[in-house]
T-cell receptor, first 111, second 115 residues
Framework: NAGVTQTPKFRILKIGQSMTLQCAQD?????MYWYRQDPGMGLKLIYY???????DKGEVPNGYNVSRSTTEDFPLRLELAAPSQTSVYFC??????????FGPGTRLTVL | GDSVTQMEGPVTLSEEAFLTINCTYT??????LFWYVQYPGEGLQLLLK?????DKGSNKGFEATYRKETTSFHLEKGSVQVSDSAVYFC??????????????FGAGTQVVVTP
């Protein structure tokens, strides 16, 4: 049971480049989430999904896109990367009202 | 809407000292309450949880009791170790249509334990 896995662990992007952050879970959780955590700050919800084919915006969705074609995978797409997107990105999953389980994070720097 | 307020850090303690981190919440009904811990360079790990009033969550020597009357979920540990140095987040999962399945986090409290 791998739990929640994220790839890559680290990435440096140039301004204007695009990339996809991968997230997968093997716990058969219906709900999945993407958060960002800026240095010294708490977590902000970017997007979430309540099941395959269903996604919704969180608190800070601008500049990001998501898709959920399977229960297991929930990729986050960054289009036209900007320095303001430099952050650590965490994926999480759960079946509410149980606790969310978090991945190890992806540290992204946009230069 | 739902919200969580926790004490600001950093909290600096000596090894074997008593730790309390205050957490209060605002929410409709009976939310589930959680404490997460984040060690340097890592993701968030669930430390403990409570799902109904008067429940006590406990793990690794940490405890927190769900107090509906004071809308609080304070985290305590009787004797901290250097390895407890981390950032601690209080969070709730609401029960309304809008809040169901989403976590509302506090700002986090950094704890530094010195030998």
């Amino acid at each position: 049971n791998a739990g929640v896995t994220q790839t890559p662990k680290f990435r440096i992007l140039k301004i204007g480049q695009s990339m996809t952050l991968q997230c997968a879970q093997d716990m058969n959780h219906n709900y999945m989430y993407w958060y960002r955590q800026d240095p010294g700050m708490g977590l902000k919800l970017i997007y979430y999904s309540v099941g395959a084919g269903i996604t919704d915006k969180g608190e800070v969705p601008n500049g990001y896109n998501v898709s959920r074609s399977t229960t297991e995978d929930f990729p986050l797409r960054l289009e036209l990367a900007a320095p303001s997107q430099t952050s650590v990105y965490f994926c999480a999953s759960t079946n509410p009202p149980r606790a969310q389980f978090f991945g190890p994070g992806t540290r992204l720097t946009v230069l | 809407g739902d919200s969580v307020t926790q004490m600001e850090g950093p909290v600096t303690l000596s090894e074997e000292a008593f730790l309390t981190i205050n957490c209060t919440y605002t929410a409709t009904g009976y939310p589930s309450l959680f404490w997460y811990v984040q060690y340097p360079g890592e993701g968030l790990q669930l430390l403990l949880k409570a799902t109904k009033a008067d429940d006590k969550g406990s793990n690794k020597g940490f405890e927190a009791t769900y107090r509906k009357e004071t809308t609080s979920f304070h985290l305590e540990k009787g004797s901290v170790q250097v390895s407890d140095s981390a950032v601690y987040f209080c969070a709730l999962s609401g029960v309304t249509t809008d809040s169901w399945g989403k976590l509302q986090f506090g700002a986090g409290t950094q704890v530094v334990v010195t030998p």
